[in-house]
């Protein structure tokens, strides 16, 4: 007797993955671009450029720190808030890097990475009728998290000119109403480098302020910001405290992706909103790896300081071999990730980025992901964006240099 579960029954995560862009017209899934452009890549030996993750491990003394941490017997079930330590160093990194006063036992959360935060988030706080305001092009799972709360996803398009990639602050006026329950954002900016100027903020926290919205905001390359550009935390500004939950990660910080040790902070009565989800997510998790990054944000200064200095160096570096190669890079202010403009190669064959992406590891050995991957599909962003590709600088000097190498060979 076949006893399969009939497809009606289960085909609620389909709502999940049309949003992340992952159904085709007639209703088959394809996997994420990142895990087909690593799959390419892999085929065709290109060098991957697409997924952001570092070559390069974080600090050896960090990662020495979770050994020492297994082997002294931190292996069960941590605090499902975090363990305290690191609750005290993310309240006391929160106060030295950005002016914030928050209480660690009541204003700290720590979560499965940054994602879970965002998601624990916004489930907790949007459900069906909701509309949750993203920028546009968009982090994908920000997408994914409000198609699995049911909500509506709205967004404000950034968009690119002489300075970068800037808020449409015409646009914010319109995309909010009074059913906007979350205003979800993400600065320094995956995936157009742009960091929100405080012009920028202020007009965002004024419209939470007018729809009554939470401010949700996913501040994971809070330290890599370069030149003369600034990171604000939006919880910063006047008023917004109150109604912002601020999350960001150990991650990209200390070139830790796979430890997966985030945190949200914010007033007592919004963490207790995640960590009523984020309990039945995960409960708790990393208890090693929790007292390592403890002390990396209590001691890591001059290691991110590094860190920022030398991604730094290879974002000029690809930012020059791109506009060598014929693809016009727009300069970051920030992450790990360089947005260029590949409209002078593109051809009858290869009309925009998603063609070229596609095309560049068989041709010359480089893998991307096209911009237009993160906005809804036939938006007006995404045309926008639509020649444009994403590199990422994560990767070794001399990747990048033999990347770039091979890009040449386009003109
Ligand atoms: C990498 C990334 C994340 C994921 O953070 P984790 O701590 O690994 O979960 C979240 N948001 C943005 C914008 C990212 O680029």
Not at 128 to 133: N, T
């Amino acid at each position: 007797m076949r006893a399969e579960v009939s497809e009606p029954r289960v085909e609620r995560w389909r709502a999940v993955a049309a949003a992340a862009g992952l159904l085709d017209a007639d209703g088959t899934t394809r996997p994420t671009i990142f895990a087909e452009m690593t799959a390419l890549a892999a085929r065709t030996g290109a060098i991957n450029l697409g997924q952001g993750f570092p070559d390069a491990d974080g600090p050896a003394w960090v990662r020495e720190a979770a050994v020492e941490a297994i082997r002294g017997g931190v292996n069960q079930y941590p605090p499902g808030r975090g363990v305290p330590e690191l609750r005290r160093a993310v309240a006391d990194h929160q106060a030295r890097h950005h002016g914030m006063s928050l209480d660690p036992a009541t204003e700290v959360l720590v979560t499965a990475g940054a994602t879970e935060a965002l998601t624990a988030a916004v489930l907790a706080l949007a459900g069906p009728g909701d509309e949750v305001l993203t920028l546009e092009p968009f982090y994908d799972s920000h997408a994914a998290a409000v198609a699995l709360a049911g909500a509506t996803h709205t967004t404000v398009p950034l968009v690119r000119g002489p300075e970068g990639f800037r808020l449409d602050v015409t646009a914010l006026a319109n995309a909010v109403s009074p059913r906007t329950r979350v205003i979800l954002l993400n600065s320094p900016h995956n995936p157009t480098g742009a960091v929100l100027t405080r012009a920028e903020l202020e007009a965002l926290a004024a419209a939470a302020v007018r729809a009554d919205a939470v401010v949700v905001t996913d501040e994971v390359y809070e330290h890599l910001v370069y030149d003369d550009a600034a990171h604000v935390p939006i919880a910063t500004l006047p008023g917004m405290a109150e109604r912002t939950i601020t999350i960001s990660s150990a991650g990209k910080t200390f070139s830790l992706t796979g430890w997966k040790i985030g945190w949200a902070t914010g007033p007592a009565h919004l963490v207790e909103a995640v960590l009523a989800v984020k309990q039945f997510l995960t409960y708790s998790g990393g208890a090693p790896f929790q007292p390592a990054i403890a002390r990396a944000l209590e001691r890591g200064d001059a290691d991110v300081a590094a860190l920022r200095d030398s991604l730094a160096q290879r974002r000029d570096l690809l930012v020059a071999g791109l506009e060598d190669a014929g693809l016009a890079a727009v300069r970051p202010e920030g992450t790990y990730f360089v947005c260029a403009d590949a409209s002078a190669l593109l051809t009858p064959d290869l009309p925009d980025g998603a063609a070229l992406a596609r095309a560049l590891p068989a041709a010359v050995g480089v893998a991307s992901i096209p911009v237009s991957a993160f906005c809804r599909a036939g938006s007006p962003t995404a045309s926008a964006v639509a020649p444009l590709l994403r590199f990422t600088f994560s990767k070794d000097r001399s990747t990048l240099e033999e990347a770039l190498r091979r890009l040449r060979t386009l003109r």
